[in-house]
């Protein structure tokens, strides 16, 4: 599976915009980006994902950069809730029924 | 839906004695995984099953770890003899394949402490 890197650890302050980043140079040209999220003491719980253009949902938006080696998970307005791993993880297409391989993910701190 | 249901949510034993962790997937789902999480490994997969079959087992750690899924709707994950370094926390997961990429939903977990 191709890698993803990601900053240990990420602040915010409730009521603002976060932009987790994503790195995955080695993508390829058909790999779908996935985001996960695992708040604390809870199984992970699925985000977003998108492949080319841009993906919005009532969790979050996903940012992809145009030549894909980059990501970036957008919480609008972080909220203490937020606060929790997220993981950005690539999956070839038609891998549904394939494990997910976690990295070690971002660590949001949402701070009132 | 009610979700993934694992039992327990929490065990404690004394090393040597035989641990049964319990997964009951989403209805329809037809494929079911089994992760662990520890400080020190993060998650990883230890089993998964499409369609009750067992597809690649090769994160169970050693012949203690056994795992089963008789019908759709239920799995289970036995250790046996226990250890203290199975202490972690077991999320099952399953999802539904229907071609595409299949959201996983988790459980969640069991946490285990292996005295």
């Known amino acids: 599976d191709a890698k993803t890197t990601q900053p240990n650890s990420m602040e915010s302050n409730e009521e603002e915009p976060v932009h987790l980043p994503c790195n995955h140079s080695t993508i390829s040209g058909t790999d779908y980006i996935h985001w996960y999220r695992q708040l604390p003491s809870q199984g992970p719980e699925y985000v977003i994902h998108?492949?080319?253009s841009n993906v919005n949902n009532r969790m979050a938006s996903l940012a992809i950069a145009e030549d894909r080696k980059s990501s970036t998970l957008i919480l609008h307005r972080a909220t203490l809730r937020d606060a929790a791993v997220y993981y950005c993880?690539?999956?070839?297409?038609?891998?549904?029924?394939?494990?997910?391989?976690f990295g070690k993910g971002t660590r949001l701190s949402v701070i009132a | 839906d009610a979700g993934v249901i694992q039992s327990p949510r929490h065990e404690v034993t004394e090393m040597g004695q035989e641990v049964t962790l319990r997964c009951k997937p989403i209805?329809?789902?037809?494929?079911l995984f089994w992760y662990r999480q520890t400080m020190m490994r993060g998650l990883e997969l230890l089993i998964y099953f499409n369609n009750n079959v067992p597809i690649d087992d090769s994160g169970m750690p050693e012949d203690r770890f056994s795992a089963k899924m008789p019908n759709a709707s239920f799995s289970t994950l036995k250790i046996q003899p226990s250890e203290p370094r199975d202490s972690a926390v077991y999320f099952c997961?399953?999802?539904?394949?229907?071609?595409?990429?299949?959201?996983?939903?988790f459980g969640p977990g069991t946490r285990l402490l292996v005295l």
């Open positions: 998108g492949l080319t």
């Open positions: 997961a399953s999802s539904l394949f229907q071609g595409g990429l299949g959201t996983q939903y």
């Open positions: 993880i690539l999956r070839e297409p038609e891998t549904g029924n394939t494990p997910l391989v």
């Open positions: 209805s329809g789902h037809n494929s």
